[in-house]
C-alpha cells in the first residue's frame, strides 16, 4: 500500500514564503513521479507543478511559474514545494500526488489528505 503524507502548510501574509514537504512510501526499490495539486473552496483541484523520477525534468502550471518551486530527493521519494510570493488567490488545500507508472504528468493513483495553505492580504 502506496502512502502519500504532506506537511507545511499554514498561513502567511501576501508575499509571504511557505515550503511544503510531501512522503511517497509502500513498495521497496520503487521511485514515483511526484506532483502538487490544489484545490480552493468552489473551485475544481487544479494542477500546480510535476517532477519526474529523475528530478531532471519539472513542469509548472502558468499561474505560479516563476513563483513556486518543486524538488525532490529520490532517496526518500520526497518532493518539496517551494512557494514564494504568496498571493490571496493561492489561498488553497495543497495535495501531493504520487504515481510509479509515468516520469513526468499523468493519471496520478496515489494522493495524500491535503495541507491547508492562507494566505492573507
Not at 16 to 34: E, F, K, N, V, W
Not at 51 to 80: C, D, H, K, L
Not at 104 to 117: K, N
Request: proline fraction near 2%; hydrophobic fraction near 35%; include cysteine.
Amino acid at each position: 500500500q502506496v502512502q502519500v503524507v504532506e506537511s507545511g502548510g499554514g498561513s502567511v501574509q501576501t508575499g509571504g514564503s511557505l515550503r511544503l514537504s510531501c512522503a511517497a512510501s509502500g513498495r521497496a526499490d520503487t521511485i514515483y513521479s511526484m506532483a502538487w495539486f490544489r484545490q480552493a473552496p468552489g473551485v475544481e483541484r487544479e494542477f500546480i507543478a510535476a517532477i519526474s523520477w529523475s528530478g531532471g525534468s519539472t513542469y509548472y502550471a502558468e499561474s505560479v511559474e516563476g513563483r513556486f518551486t518543486i524538488s525532490r530527493e529520490n532517496a526518500q521519494n520526497t518532493a518539496y514545494l517551494q512557494m514564494d510570493s504568496l498571493k490571496p488567490e493561492d489561498t488553497a488545500v495543497y495535495y501531493c500526488a504520487a504515481d510509479e507508472n509515468f516520469d513526468l504528468g499523468g493519471l496520478y493513483r496515489y494522493w495524500g489528505q491535503g495541507t491547508q495553505v492562507t494566505v492573507s492580504s
